[in-house]
């Protein structure tokens, strides 16, 4: 439900930010671009939250090991 009613608002953002852009206003591109960013914080977590639910956990443990290994990863 949290995508249905976040989707349309992306789209929304993202176009505002690219008339915003064309029209050359520089305050509505910063105000849109913070609002898309915004909008997609939540979507970023769900698809997190779904590769949680895909991915077994023996998967993902490995996965931190090797990102550990690397030192990509802040734990």
Request: with cysteine; net charge neutral.
């Amino acid at each position: 439900m949290e995508m249905l009613f976040l989707l349309p608002l992306l789209v929304l953002f993202y176009f505002w930010h690219l008339k915003s852009i064309t029209a050359n206003r520089p305050y509505q591109a910063l105000v849109s671009a913070y609002l898309v960013v915004v909008a997609c914080i939540p979507s970023l977590f769900k698809v997190f939250e779904l590769m949680l639910n895909i991915l077994p956990d023996r998967a993902m443990a490995e996965l931190f090991d090797v990102l550990k290994a690397l030192n990509a990863i802040a734990i």
